[in-house]
């Protein structure tokens, strides 16, 4: 399904877009705490990493079925709304 254009535009789906991206980060950070664990350290850089998902996993969420609540009728299914937010976190956003 093509990505309606209402959502380039609609808050909800841009905070959603920047949550996600966010979360990347988180999940790296994550990651590095894992490996800095392994080498006898603290958990804290782990803990720091999951703590960023988990916000950024519900900013994600609550923005994305805000956004899609917002668009007219017919809307698109969660599933492909998924892949437009995904395809949205690496792709520019268009200048105006």
């Not at 017919?74 to 998924?82: A, F, H, M, V």
């Not at 937010?85 to 200048?95: C, F, G, K, M, Q």
Request: charged share 15%; no cysteine; hydrophobic share 55%.
């Amino acid at each position: 399904m093509e990505e309606p254009a209402a959502l380039l535009h609609n808050r909800h789906w841009r905070m959603a877009v920047w949550a996600l991206r966010i979360g990347y980060l988180g999940l790296v950070v994550a990651i590095a705490g894992i490996i800095v664990m392994s080498s006898g350290s603290t958990p804290w850089v782990l803990g720091a990493g999951v703590l960023i998902w988990l916000v950024a996993a519900a900013v994600t969420l609550a923005g994305v079925f805000r956004a899609r609540q917002e668009l007219p009728d017919p809307r698109p299914g969660l599933w492909s709304i998924r892949f437009m937010l995904i395809r949205d976190t690496v792709r520019a956003r268009p200048s105006a």
